[in-house]
């Protein structure tokens, strides 16, 4: 029987009240490790449950009578989410009665960790959502490769599959439709599906979506989706800003922020914050004006090199280069740096030019004179003597000149 314990992570909590019964609430996305942003070396911000952690933390409640799961998530990796489902069919194959509640959402992953449970509650604004895998294909990858990774999705899919199965009943062929298709569920169809054995009449989840259905709002908890998964139609559009902040001991504070003018959850204005905490206040606006920042520099280098392939075909390499790299200006820049240098050139050939020319001496050098013109005979008697003395000076005959 474990001891009575209670572990408060980022986005879950697992106690175990009296040495029988357990407790695990799971707010979060399901992922191997933390992510990591690309740009700042820094942990993205957000509810993860990552799953070295998860699964230790659930070694501790072995030898409980019961566990009851309080789940929103809105999925994450498979291959996590395949391990968390097995390690808690293990613990139900040991006698543990394992019920799971879906407060929110139990989407895509989510909707596998939901599964294990001998009995699933739901809410009628409840989200499931089924869906075949999905993977990122990057890199140079040749036909046989791009085969593999699908055949490789193809088998994910046929373990999601054997899940959907376990739990409903239902015929692969109609769990593999369901998928293809990207099944989302609301609690009461789930229900009727066999996703779900209980659904919860008298209570109801406060569930709704961002503005852009890119978002799910569930409990408090803003949850992200998943670019594959398109939220549903019909779900109230969420109006307030949430604001989690995570105390010394890893617990979330999830209270949102309400305005002084109105205590139903509108966000506060920018003069009520600095009226409330100048500081805080000072710094959200420094963020924003150095995001602005960031983005219109981006957009101007982006606009920049844009510009300068518009007209590359009209230069050398070098001068291209030297114009985006190693003495980066606009593309007018340097179009006037090459004009410059075309102008160098064109002096230097000039004057090179005269320096060969006075050096030879081709300024002395006048045209040849024209050849004399003779005067052609007029008269039949001068037309027979030319022609005889023209005859006389091809034999080598000397001639008589007149």
């Excluded at 895509?108 to 990122?136: E, F, Q, R």
């Excluded at 506060?268 to 100048?278: A, I």
């Excluded at 960031?294 to 920049?304: D, L």
Aim: charged residues 25%; contains cysteine.
């Amino acid at each position: 029987m474990p001891k009575r314990q209670e572990f408060k992570r980022q986005a879950y909590t697992l106690a175990v009240v009296d040495g029988k019964h357990a407790e695990l609430t799971m707010y979060g996305d399901i992922v191997e490790t933390r992510p990591i942003d690309w740009w700042t070396d820094e942990p993205v911000p957000g509810n993860f449950i990552t799953q070295d952690e998860f699964l230790a933390d659930l070694e501790t409640i072995k030898g409980a009578e019961d566990l009851t799961i309080h789940l929103n998530s809105c999925g994450g990796d498979a291959y996590v989410s395949f391990a968390i489902h097995n390690r808690l069919r293990e613990l139900a194959d040991a006698g543990m009665t394992i019920t799971c509640i879906v407060d929110g959402a139990a989407m895509s992953g989510g909707s596998l960790i939901m599964c294990a449970a001998d009995t699933v509650k739901v809410n009628p604004s409840s989200l499931i959502l089924i869906h075949d895998c999905w993977s990122y294909a990057y890199g140079r990858m040749n036909s046989t490769g791009l085969r593999k990774l699908a055949d490789d999705l193809d088998v994910i899919n046929e373990s999601q599959a054997e899940i959907y199965v376990r739990k409903t009943g239902m015929e692969a062929s109609e769990i593999r439709e369901m998928m293809a298709k990207e099944t989302m569920m609301t609690g009461r169809k789930a229900a009727e599906l066999g996703f779900a054995d209980e659904l919860l009449e008298n209570t109801a989840a406060n569930v709704s979506v961002s503005a852009d259905h890119r978002a799910l709002f569930a409990c408090g908890r803003k949850m992200r989706v998943a670019a594959m998964a398109q939220l549903p139609e019909g779900l109230p559009v969420h109006e307030e800003i949430e604001s989690v902040t995570e105390t010394s001991d890893g617990e979330d504070n999830i209270t949102p922020e309400t305005s002084g003018r109105n205590k139903g959850g509108i966000p506060m204005t920018l003069e009520e914050l600095r009226q409330s905490d100048p500081e805080a206040a000072e710094a959200l606006l420094a963020e924003a004006q150095a995001s602005v920042s960031h983005e219109e520099a981006v957009s101007g280098e982006r606009q920049r090199i844009a510009e300068i392939d518009a007209v590359a075909s009209l230069f050398d390499a070098d001068t291209v280069n030297a114009a985006k790299y190693t003495n980066p200006c606009t593309a007018q820049e340097m179009c006037y740096r090459a004009a410059q240098e075309a102008a160098k050139s064109g002096k230097a050939f000039m004057s090179q030019l005269q320096a060969d020319y006075e050096e030879d001496g081709a300024d002395e050098v006048t045209s040849a004179p024209a050849p004399e013109e003779e005067a052609e005979p007029t008269t039949a008697e001068a037309r027979k003597a030319a022609g005889t003395a023209m005859a006389k000076k091809l034999r080598g005959e000397k001639t008589e000149e007149v």
